[in-house]
């Protein structure tokens, strides 16, 4: 695939496994890098150490207020947070066969084809 952002593997996989949990994107890319404990990260982030740890596990979501420190802590925006948080609950929910038939390339379509759909 010419302009796919995704190498064919990352794509299969991403299509099997869906987007990922928030806290799994936290927990390794950014975590690590903060030096800083989970109560200390519960206490920046003003939750309580269980939400926390919920989170960084994948069980937690994320509330508006939460991506708000989310987004100070990591240098991205609320949105961000919230966007991942919107993604991983859409797959969550959605019947198995939908989104993986959405994830598929379009087919071409010619001028013809698209006569014959109008009609």
């Known amino acids: 695939m010419k302009n796919c952002r995704f190498k064919e593997q990352e794509r299969e996989e991403f299509i099997l496994l869906g987007p990922p949990h928030p806290g799994e994107i936290f927990s390794q890319d950014i975590f690590p890098h903060l030096s800083v404990s989970k109560k200390k990260l519960a206490k920046e982030l003003g939750v ?6 919920r ?24 949105l961000y947070w919230l966007v991942l948080q919107a993604h991983h609950d859409a797959w969550r929910v959605q019947p198995e066969g939908d989104f993986r038939q959405s994830m598929r390339p379009l087919a071409k379509t010619t001028k013809a084809s698209r006569k014959r759909q109008l009609v």
């Open 48 to 53: 309580s150490g269980k939400t926390v740890s």
């Open 55 to 78: 989170f960084l596990d994948k069980r937690g979501r994320v509330s508006a207020d939460m991506a708000l420190g989310l987004a100070r802590l990591s240098g991205t925006s609320a």
